[in-house]
């Protein structure tokens, strides 16, 4: 069974940075593809950030040039620098196999506030 732990969030002013980690626990596939989404109050998940097995990023246009993702096997982490308010949401870790008919699996998310 395979287990998605994330750090790292938490609460910081505008302009400042946050690190998240997310680590794979069990049997993965290099070949998944990881990513970060968020969930903002009242909004849809959207997608923040990911890299497939083959090392393609993916980054969204809401945060690209502030935000960096990075993956170390089944680390992924995501460098947010440059924060605004907007960007205040429960951050998900994503590990997903539909690619390759294998599951998708989901970290329980972590809370990243930015103040004005």
């Known amino acids: 069974q395979v287990q998605l732990v994330e750090s790292g969030g938490g609460l910081v002013q505008a302009g400042g940075s946050l690190r998240l980690d997310c680590v794979a626990s069990?049997?993965?596939?290099?070949?998944?593809?990881l990513g970060w989404y968020r969930q903002a109050p009242g909004k849809e998940r959207e997608l923040v950030a990911n890299?497939?097995?083959?090392?393609y990023t993916n980054v969204a246009d809401a945060v690209k040039g502030r935000f960096t993702v990075s993956r170390d096997n089944a680390k992924l982490t995501l460098q947010m620098n440059m924060l605004k308010p907007e960007d205040t949401a429960i951050y998900y870790c994503n590990a997903d196999g539909r690619a390759y008919e294998a599951p998708v699996y989901w970290g329980q998310g972590t809370q990243v506030t930015v103040s004005s």
């Open positions: 890299v497939r097995g083959g090392g």
């Open positions: 069990g049997s993965i596939s290099a070949m998944y593809t």
